[in-house]
């Protein structure tokens, strides 16, 4: 038998008032990728049979440089907000879901970080 009353039992187990702000950067980042996917698919589509020097170029005009940025920015960032939501749901273990957290948070950082840095070496002819 426990003296604790039922709003102590339940205390620190409710919202943390961050669900909703996840949740519309998530909406958000999944309406943002409609078009980027869209024009990332026929820009590609119209390449194909080009030279590699006018995929370069193609990559180089800073509209282009722009666009790829925005996409490998945005599509992680909605990529790492869905394992994020997949790993709180299904790790129940406190230590290896923090863990799993921070590595695909890294992981995230990371693989848009090394995208983000191709095309700009491309535009910029590094």
């Known amino acids: 038998m426990s003296l604790r009353t039922p709003i102590k039992i339940a205390r620190g187990l409710g ?6 702000h996840h949740w519309w950067v998530q909406r958000v980042t999944a309406v943002a990728l409609v078009p980027l996917v869209v024009w990332f698919v026929f820009a ?16 180089g005009q800073p509209f282009t440089t722009v666009m790829l940025v925005l996409l490998i920015a945005v599509a992680f960032h909605h990529a790492q907000l869905g394992l994020q939501v997949v790993i709180e749901d ?10 799993a957290l921070i590595l695909v ?10 995208g983000i840095v ?4 491309i535009a910029f002819g590094g």
């Open 15 to 20: 919202s943390a008032k961050d669900g909703v």
């Open 44 to 59: 590609v589509a119209s390449l194909s049979g080009a030279d590699y020097a006018s995929v370069r170029a193609w990559v």
């Open 105 to 114: 948070k890294f992981l995230a950082v990371l693989m848009a970080v090394i």
């Open 90 to 99: 299904y790790v129940s273990a406190k230590g290896p879901q923090i863990a």
């Open 118 to 121: 191709a095309v700009l070496r």
